[in-house]
């Protein structure tokens, strides 16, 4: 099911499936500036990569002596949430642990998922609680939101780079060929710059995932109007940006992540992956990501 909030710059709208974002309606323009989800290109549009970013080293995890499959991401994305909480402004929803869940990750949790609307931002916070009164939660956490390119017919992908607010030597982690850290290749994607211009070939070989970036946004620009959707990333040790192969480019995403994929021959056991917090029992993390569009 899917519920919608609106101010008067913007109306968005949340899918109980995965607790995702669909819909980022311009009010005053009418334009769509989230990605559609098409499925022929890339069939998501701002999905939560919730209890692991990235990929499980062979495709699964051990725990608590038995072994889980699990695909790229986590499961939080391919599950229903329910809606907790709901006024004006904000939609809150929540995901705990159940039969389900327990088939793919064997840990008590709550996920709590709040949108607020704040003039031309969207703010997307994520909670974790462990609820147990006896085992510590380790968990990885993500964003992956989608933003449409280019944002009218008047302009084509290589008007639009992506900018930094400050001075950059972004260093990138090599996740090559198969979407797995081989724990060897580090590079930069570029020395002394502020901006990334965007190509259709920009992405041939995948995403870009930059680490400890000093910069408090990056935004996704039009060059010459200066139009943009900018996200918050202060706080966050890891940056992605990706988009599908598809030329040309539809759709750009930028993924603020508090932990990174698995190891291409790491080991698979649980307690071994890093990751972005680990609750005793009774704790809650929380992080957020600001979304501006201006455009």
Not at 86 to 110: C, G, I, K
Not at 135 to 151: D, K, M, N, Q, S
Not at 161 to 169: G, H, V, W
């Amino acid at each position: 099911m899917r519920y919608s909030i609106e101010n008067e710059a913007l109306r968005l709208t949340v899918d109980t499936h995965g607790a995702e974002a669909v819909s980022v309606i311009n009010k005053q323009t009418g334009a769509e500036m989230l990605w559609c989800g098409d499925a022929a290109v890339w069939g998501r549009h701002a999905p939560i990569l919730f209890p692991y970013t990235g990929k499980l080293t062979g495709g699964k995890l051990r725990s608590k002596g038995a072994e889980y499959a699990g695909g790229q991401h986590g499961f939080a994305r391919d599950v229903e949430h329910t809606l907790v909480a709901q006024d004006a402004e904000s939609l809150t929803f929540e995901l705990r642990d159940n039969e389900e869940t327990r088939a793919f990750w064997p840990y008590a949790f709550v996920l709590r998922s709040t949108f607020r609307l704040t003039g031309r931002t969207v703010r997307h916070t994520l909670t974790v609680r462990n609820p147990s009164d006896t085992e510590e939660l380790r968990f990885g956490i993500g964003y992956h939101p989608a933003f449409t390119v280019p944002f009218d017919d008047a302009h084509t992908t290589t008007d639009y780079e992506f900018r930094f607010d400050t001075l950059e030597s972004p260093l990138c982690v090599s996740a090559l060929p198969n979407g797995l850290l081989n724990g060897t290749d580090f590079y930069y994607l570029g020395r002394n710059i502020r901006s990334v211009p965007l190509t259709d070939d920009l992405f041939a070989n995948d995403s870009f995932c930059m680490v400890n970036l000093r910069s408090q946004t990056l935004a996704i620009v039009e060059k010459d109007t200066g139009r943009a959707v900018r996200c918050d990333i202060a706080g966050y040790p890891y940056v992605l940006i990706w988009s599908a192969k598809a030329k040309p480019v539809r759709f750009v995403c930028i993924e603020p992540w508090h932990s990174l994929p698995g190891e291409e021959h790491g080991p698979i056991d649980w307690d071994q992956r890093p990751c972005a917090a680990a609750l005793a029992p009774g704790e809650s993390w929380a992080t957020t990501l600001n979304t501006t569009f201006d455009r």
